[in-house]
């Protein structure tokens, strides 16, 4: 949900659980797909999931270019998984994201502020 004044919000009331927050991708292709298509589609997919999750993580406020505090100190170790499957080949991936250390040029212009990690395996 989108707040007019402060941005991404989270549902505050416990009472209606009818809010799911993204915890999963899944992107299938047949036979004729690309399988390396499929997981690029997921991977971004998930990116943006991971950047959903931390927005909603923030101290609410006026949105801005400089961000709000966590709520809590963990509040920004969030995980997603994608899933993929070409025919009966699945592949599964858990992807999180982290802040860009200095030998992956933190604070260089153009570089982005956090790397998304993908682990995988396949069956």
């Known amino acids: 949900m ?6 991404l919000v989270s549902d505050p009331s416990l009472k209606e659980p009818n809010l799911l927050f993204p915890f999963a991708v899944y992107e299938a292709k047949g036979y004729d797909g690309d399988p390396r298509e499929a997981r690029l589609q997921a991977c971004t997919a ?7 999750l931390d927005a ?7 949105a801005g270019p400089i961000p709000s505090p966590y709520q809590e100190e963990y509040n920004h170790d969030t995980q997603v998984f994608a899933l993929t499957s070409f025919g009966p080949h699945w592949h599964i991936m858990v992807g999180y994201k982290r802040v860009r250390g200095k ?3 933190a604070g260089v212009l153009g570089m982005s502020k956090y790397v998304y990690v993908s682990c995988n395996g396949e069956t």
Request: proline content about 4%; overall charge negative; glycine content about 14%.
């Open 103 to 105: 030998e992956e040029y």
């Open 2 to 7: 989108l707040h007019r004044h402060c941005g």
């Open 56 to 62: 909603l993580a923030l101290e609410p406020g006026k």
């Open 46 to 52: 998930g990116a943006a999931y991971l950047d959903l």
